[in-house]
């Protein structure tokens, strides 16, 4: 690749895209709650649908289950096209989506209908992590915590005001104003974004992985049936485990075809990422331990004082007395936003999950009265809009800016599949409580979810705790470039013959050598990567078993770069000799892990000598055979970041000891 020397070598200033952000920050956030909203809103409709519109239970809890599915399988697939295609063009097609849904729902009073509305409204929950991509891009870089933060709670503030909201409206109105009500805020909000929000400059390139979006949405759609059905169905019953069988086969075949493919639907690379794994992790237990402070408080609130424990309240009152956590959440974005950006989302989501675990095991002893159980309610969601506000960012500091929509949606995704497993698991629970005689569950049961829900926050806390220390050791080494890159420039790295090199990094520094994005390579080699503009930019690839290779250019918007070329291959080599010095050509060398199994293997030339790939960074053992003679060499191989030579000398002919011999 060669350099230009014509521009000036200097970051680039805030991308005049950027304003204040404050109505793009609002616009967005009521993009959330309204998705948000329309998750609960039909809840309290659902003991009376049978009655309604002529069904069994059984078959009335498919609009629930239609909503988790669709949400579930359109999270993933969805954001993967906002990174390629245009943002703020997926966020009016999702709000199109809730419309037509609420159009579908509204006029019907067919089972079959209601359940695809349910699932067409299910779709809109793609929408959080794609807004919360776009306030990446759009916005000044010192308001993406606070926006970040307040997107973030959107989902916990739509849910919770959703609850009191549908049992109103039910009341007061025809039932078909809860499904159309959604549709109506959407309309208004596509008119909002089209006004304020910008569509964003960083893309993704090529093609759409449509088999691995068939494949994972099968996936998603099996495995959810089974944790959402099985209380009804049987955890052991054949469906269920048909469901699960089916869905685990599925992701088997999906994440190899991941890591064959150009333009994956999920990188499964990035994902594999220590910083990245733990965030998704953190998501599906977080999400378990929120999810039980509304499943749980609810119940408690609704169950008769006749148990001992219960507080007698109906359904919309239960609402109402739920409504503080999910208000808590808006007024604490603030603070949210503010601890993640002034000491790191490492230290804000630990803080998050140790409240979370001390709050859960307070409210087994407090909990006999409303205020006790409010006031556990809103304590547990301190904790949680910490963790929640915070694990977007760290999502975003550690997967490359054109992939970040992508990222939040497998993590918005894993959050689903955390809040799918606490309704599951409380149903079972608090059913296997209830004692003859009795329709309710004993506090025991009760308690019992407070413990698993404090289990599961601690088990966050441990996840997290060693990039937690690391933050607070090192401090914050993040450059100010990093979120200021708004334009994507695009290459291939590849060999000397031409071919792609697939897993190879590259990453983008401004002209001061500060840190502004990365990306793997695909199968194919391709990369893209977000830069600051037309300035000088340098680029360093590197590959594991090859030499890095960099260059310093200037960069134009939309540029296809030269192919970063890799042609000196990391080796480790030498030769192979006898006792007696001689080289023995034909003999075989092999690289074997320390922890077991075969790395590579090849036979020495006719001048004795061998040539192995350099294997990753770690040790190993590099042994030599002459299968003719009988003789062998091991030694231990320590692989860094350079060639190595390595002459290994046979051994005296021996044996192995016979078999020892019993009395």
Same mark, same amino acid.
């Given at each position: 690749?060669?350099? &230009?020397?014509?521009?000036?070598?200097?970051?680039?200033?805030?991308?005049? /895209?950027?304003?204040?952000?404050?109505?793009?920050?609002?616009?967005?956030?009521?993009?959330?709650?309204?998705?948000?909203?329309?998750?609960?809103?039909?809840?309290?409709?659902?003991?009376?649908?049978?009655?309604?519109?002529?069904?069994?239970?059984?078959?009335? !809890?498919?609009?629930?289950?239609?909503?988790?599915?669709? *949400?579930?399988?359109?999270?993933?697939?969805?954001?993967?096209?906002?990174?390629?295609?245009?943002?703020?063009?997926?966020?009016?097609?999702?709000?199109?989506?809730?419309?037509? *849904?609420?159009?579908?729902?509204?006029?019907?009073?067919?089972?079959?209908?209601?359940?695809?509305?349910?699932?067409?409204?299910?779709? /809109?929950?793609?929408?959080?992590?794609?807004?919360?991509?776009?306030?990446?891009?759009?916005?000044?870089?010192?308001?993406?915590?606070?926006?970040?933060?307040?997107?973030?709670? =959107?989902?916990?503030?739509?849910?919770?005001?959703?609850?009191?909201?549908?049992?109103?409206?039910?009341?007061?109105? @025809?039932?078909?104003?809860? +499904?159309?009500?959604?549709?109506?805020?959407?309309?208004?909000?596509?008119?909002?974004?089209?006004?304020?929000?910008?569509?964003?400059?960083?893309?993704?390139?090529?093609?759409?992985?449509?088999?691995?979006?068939?494949? +994972? &949405?099968?996936?998603?759609?099996?495995?959810?049936?089974?944790?959402?059905?099985?209380?009804?169905?049987?955890?052991?019953?054949?469906?269920?485990?048909?469901?699960?069988?089916?869905?685990?086969?599925?992701?088997?075949?999906?994440?190899?075809?991941?890591?064959?493919?150009? &333009?994956?639907?999920?990188?499964?690379?990035?994902?594999?990422?220590?910083?990245?794994?733990?965030?998704?992790?953190? !998501?599906?237990?977080?999400?378990?331990?929120?999810?039980?402070?509304?499943?749980?408080?609810?119940?408690?609130?609704?169950?008769?004082?006749?148990?001992?424990?219960?507080?007698?309240?109906?359904?919309?009152?239960?609402?109402?007395?739920?409504?503080?956590?999910?208000?808590?959440?808006?007024?604490?974005?603030?603070?949210? *936003?503010?601890?993640?950006?002034?000491?790191?989302?490492?230290?804000?989501?630990?803080?998050?999950?140790?409240?979370?675990?001390?709050?859960?095991?307070?409210?087994?002893?407090?909990?006999?009265?409303?205020?006790?159980?409010?006031?556990?309610?809103?304590?547990?969601?301190?904790?949680?809009?910490?963790?929640?506000?915070?694990?977007?960012?760290?999502?975003?500091?550690?997967?490359?800016?054109?992939?970040?929509?992508?990222?939040?949606?497998?993590?918005?995704?894993?959050?689903?599949?955390?809040? !799918?497993?606490?309704?599951?698991?409380?149903?079972?629970?608090?059913?296997?409580?209830?004692? #003859?005689?009795?329709?309710?569950?004993?506090? /025991?049961?009760?308690? =019992?979810?407070?413990?698993?829900?404090?289990?599961?926050?601690?088990?966050?806390?441990?996840?997290?705790?060693?990039?937690?220390?690391?933050?607070?050791?090192?401090?914050?080494?993040?450059?100010?470039? #990093?979120?200021?890159?708004?334009?994507?420039?695009?290459?291939?790295?590849?060999?000397?013959?031409?071919?792609?090199?697939?897993?190879?990094?590259?990453?983008?520094?401004?002209?001061?050598?500060?840190?502004?994005?990365?990306?793997?390579?695909?199968?194919?080699?391709?990369?893209?990567?977000? =830069?600051?503009?037309?300035?000088?930019?340098?680029?360093?690839?590197?590959?594991? *078993?090859?030499?890095?290779? #960099?260059?310093?250019?200037?960069?134009?918007?939309?540029?296809?770069?030269?192919?970063?070329?890799?042609?000196?291959?990391?080796?480790?080599?030498?030769?192979?000799?006898?006792?007696?010095?001689? +080289? %023995?050509?034909?003999?075989?060398?092999?690289?074997?892990? %320390?922890?077991?199994?075969?790395?590579?293997?090849?036979?020495?030339?006719?001048?004795?000598?061998?040539?192995?790939?350099?294997?990753?960074?770690?040790?190993? @053992?590099?042994?030599?055979?002459? %299968?003719?003679?009988?003789? !062998?060499?091991?030694?231990?191989?320590?692989?860094?970041?350079?060639?190595?030579?390595?002459?290994?000398?046979?051994?005296?002919?021996?044996?192995?000891?016979?078999?020892?011999?019993? @009395?």
């Amino acid at each position: 690749m060669s350099a &230009s020397t014509s521009s000036i070598d200097a970051a680039p200033a805030t991308p005049t /895209g950027r304003g204040g952000g404050g109505v793009v920050i609002a616009v967005l956030a009521l993009c959330g709650t309204v998705v948000s909203l329309q998750q609960t809103m039909v809840l309290p409709l659902v003991p009376d649908l049978p009655g309604l519109i002529g069904t069994t239970a059984g078959n009335a !809890s498919w609009m629930i289950t239609a909503t988790l599915v669709a *949400g579930a399988v359109a999270t993933p697939v969805i954001s993967r096209m906002a990174d390629m295609y245009g943002k703020r063009r997926m966020i009016l097609v999702t709000l199109a989506i809730v419309a037509l *849904g609420a159009l579908v729902g509204g006029l019907s009073t067919s089972l079959p209908f209601l359940i695809l509305a349910r699932a067409l409204q299910g779709m /809109g929950m793609a929408l959080v992590p794609i807004g919360i991509a776009t306030m990446r891009d759009e916005l000044d870089p010192d308001k993406v915590p606070l926006a970040v933060a307040l997107m973030s709670a =959107t989902l916990a503030i739509g849910a919770g005001v959703g609850l009191p909201l549908g049992g109103f409206l039910a009341e007061a109105f @025809d039932w078909h104003v809860v +499904l159309w009500l959604p549709g109506v805020l959407a309309l208004l909000l596509i008119g909002l974004v089209l006004a304020t929000v910008s569509e964003s400059n960083v893309r993704t390139a090529g093609a759409f992985d449509v088999r691995g979006a068939v494949l +994972l &949405s099968l996936a998603l759609v099996l495995l959810l049936l089974a944790v959402s059905k099985g209380s009804d169905w049987g955890w052991i019953d054949a469906r269920t485990l048909g469901c699960l069988a089916a869905g685990i086969v599925l992701l088997a075949v999906f994440v190899p075809l991941e890591l064959r493919i150009p &333009s994956p639907l999920v990188d499964i690379r990035t994902a594999a990422q220590p910083v990245v794994m733990v965030a998704n992790a953190i !998501s599906i237990f977080m999400g378990f331990a929120m999810f039980i402070n509304m499943l749980v408080s609810t119940q408690q609130l609704q169950t008769p004082v006749e148990t001992g424990y219960g507080l007698g309240l109906d359904a919309l009152h239960a609402g109402l007395w739920m409504a503080p956590s999910a208000v808590a959440f808006g007024v604490l974005a603030p603070l949210s *936003g503010w601890v993640t950006r002034r000491f790191g989302a490492e230290i804000a989501i630990a803080a998050g999950a140790a409240i979370m675990a001390v709050s859960y095991l307070a409210r087994i002893p407090f909990s006999d009265t409303i205020a006790w159980v409010v006031i556990g309610t809103v304590v547990v969601t301190v904790g949680t809009a910490l963790a929640y506000s915070a694990l977007p960012t760290l999502i975003m500091q550690s997967v490359p800016v054109t992939e970040t929509a992508a990222a939040n949606g497998l993590n918005t995704l894993l959050r689903s599949v955390g809040t !799918s497993t606490a309704s599951a698991v409380t149903a079972a629970v608090l059913a296997a409580t209830i004692t #003859s005689g009795s329709a309710f569950p004993t506090f /025991g049961g009760m308690a =019992t979810m407070f413990v698993l829900a404090a289990g599961a926050s601690v088990v966050s806390l441990g996840l997290v705790l060693p990039f937690a220390r690391r933050r607070l050791a090192e401090g914050d080494t993040r450059s100010p470039e #990093s979120l200021t890159a708004d334009h994507v420039v695009r290459g291939q790295v590849v060999d000397a013959q031409g071919r792609g090199i697939g897993g190879a990094v590259v990453t983008v520094m401004g002209g001061r050598g500060s840190h502004m994005d990365w990306s793997h390579t695909d199968s194919a080699g391709d990369f893209s990567v977000a =830069t600051g503009g037309p300035i000088r930019h340098l680029l360093v690839a590197t590959a594991p *078993g090859w030499s890095p290779v #960099s260059a310093y250019v200037d960069l134009t918007d939309s540029q296809r770069l030269s192919p970063f070329v890799m042609t000196d291959r990391l080796t480790v080599s030498g030769k192979v000799t006898d006792e007696r010095g001689r +080289l %023995r050509p034909g003999a075989s060398v092999v690289i074997t892990k %320390r922890t077991g199994g075969s790395v590579s293997w090849v036979r020495t030339d006719d001048e004795g000598r061998y040539r192995l790939p350099l294997p990753a960074a770690g040790s190993y @053992d590099l042994t030599a055979v002459d %299968r003719g003679v009988g003789t !062998s060499r091991s030694q231990i191989l320590t692989v860094g970041g350079q060639s190595l030579t390595v002459d290994l000398q046979l051994d005296q002919p021996g044996s192995l000891p016979g078999p020892v011999e019993s @009395d």
